[in-house]
């Protein structure tokens, strides 16, 4: 019994000292860690936010983009909230009527002011990009086109957002912002990761952009974008086809059949058992046939459909020139491209097409893509219209002729292969934010990818406050064993008092 005292007084521990001292530098070390966690904590989360408008041949589009306000410099963090399609056409087919243009827009502009939160309104900017159908109306009517311009501005002035302006993008801004949009989703950026190429089929224009090694910019500078991202420095070939979106390509491939201007057409781009009936000043009234309007052509045209593939893709042929070229090598009409490298998101039109076909597979041979094709063209219209009820009548009409112009675009355009073609993915969105030339333009113009690496602390915040307190526990232990010469005596003062 005696020992076991004995024992109990020798332990240094069990002396008043040591307790005092250990109750202390626990509540250091939890002061410590706590100040650490708190003046390190994130603050509470604000967001900014930016709006643009995509203001397309076929339709306008809304989206607007959020991201947290002390990250302006930082990658990856810039999301879509929210989408807003415009009731009506574009925005060039109000040439007559201007202000219905400004007015078209209202709806899509009062679900921002109600997604925005108000106190950031004055503070958001507010852009609008114009593409292939102002660049149309502007070559064939530059008065008409400032006057949509001037209504479309007036009209946005009016939102309580920091508007910047409305413009026509060039079609080389159009392919490159849409590759940045595309490679900044995907984190490639930031990380110097291999690039996507981006494929954009539109209404009135098509671009393609992408970066190849054995391209650097010297052969045909026109289609030549540098970029300097996060540190890394990027030579991007980029082009648009005026004329070869989806909509002028059907014009133009109806044009090659009327060119005699006759009263009826049998179409093997559209199906057997279409029939209707069309106007000839409507299909000409685009600076991408204009010129080969026929002379004495009738009022209208029967537009017959015979659902045939191969017949289908021999007249698109038409419409591409394959064989003048003062380049190294081309893609058509004597454009520069060099060679295909690296994936490709295709997006746009190429989604909206491929999706409905069926065929956003790109592991399926291309053999047995234009097989499928083929059968779908070759289906009677009745049937057609019967199978899928609740789609628009006109983009239904069109899917054998779009389906068959994207193959060809790509196969016989482009140069992609039955090797190259399966690095192709059609794609709608990329983490929720939708693939196209917007979020690019404001990454851009709110300069939000800084030229160089942004500096970023070495460690996590888990990984500092897991060092900071190990250490303290470290630097606490250290302090008590150096203290070790004092235990004994402390602990015989405290037993004489
Ligand atoms: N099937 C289908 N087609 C669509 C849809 N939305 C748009 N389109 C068509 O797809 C084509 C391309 O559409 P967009 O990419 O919006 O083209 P855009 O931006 O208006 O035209 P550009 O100014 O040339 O870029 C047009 O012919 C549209 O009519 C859709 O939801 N489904
Ligand atoms: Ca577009």
Redesign the pocket.
Known sequence: MSAQREMKEKNPWHTPVTIIITVIGVIAIVALVTVGVLQNKPLLQKYKYGIVL?A????T?LYIYEWPAEKDNNTGRVEQIHSCKVKGP?ISSYASTPLKAGESLRECMQEAEQRVPRKRHHETPLYLGA???MRLLNMEDSAASNKVFQAVEEALQKFPFAFQGARILSGQE?GAFGWVTVNYLDDRLKQGLETTGAL???????QISFVSDNYDGSESPDNSVTFRLYGNGYNLYTHSFLCY???QALRMTLAQQTLSGPRTIQDPCFHAGYNETKNYSVLYDSPCVSKRKPQSAPATFIHEGKGNFQQCQEIIKRVFNFTDCKFSQCSFNGVFQPLLQGPFGAF??YY??MN?LNLTDTSIPLETVRDKLSRYCATPWHQVVQQHPGV?VK?LAE?CFSGTYILTLLTEGYNFTSWSYPKIKFIKKIKGSDA?WTLGYMLNLTNMIPAEAPDSPPLPYTGYVSIVTLLAVLLFILFIVSLRPLWPRCSKQLQII
Not at 56 to 59: D, I, L, P, T, V
Not at 200 to 206: M, Q, V, Y
């Open positions: 995509d397309g041949s076929s339709h589009a574009g593409t292939a159908g159009e954009d089929l539109g209404g009135a224009s098509t979106g989806k909509d746009s039109a909206f097409v409905f628009k983009y899917y196209g």
